[in-house]
């Protein structure tokens, strides 16, 4: 499990920060992370996106079926993110 530090905002279902939620790392491409999250107020479990060096930015329950079929589907960083998203050295 990781620690939450560099996790920001808070639970969209609770409200309770996710300074103090649990993380699992489900995925790990290059800098990006898909990390599970359990919220440590209500229990609610959901899928975050993490760049190394980014704020984790939480996803709705609703985009996690979407990401994984793009994570799953994915050939490379690009194919999940637009150019202005990637601060990648070494970038295509
Ligand atoms: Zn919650």
New binding site residues.
């Given amino acids: 499990m990781y620690g939450a530090e560099g996790l920001t905002g808070?639970?969209?279902?609770?409200?309770?920060t996710l300074e103090r939620?649990a993380m699992r790392e489900v995925r790990h491409f290059e800098e990006t992370r898909l990390l599970e999250v359990t919220?440590?107020?209500?229990?609610?479990t959901f899928l975050a996106i993490h760049v190394d060096a980014v704020p984790i930015d939480a996803v709705n329950m609703e985009d996690v079926v979407e990401a994984a079929e793009q994570l799953s589907s994915a050939r490379s960083l690009s194919d999940l993110f637009s150019p202005g998203d990637l601060d990648l050295p070494d970038a295509a």
């Fill in positions: 808070s639970c969209k279902a609770c409200g309770t939620a919220c440590g107020g209500c229990k609610r």
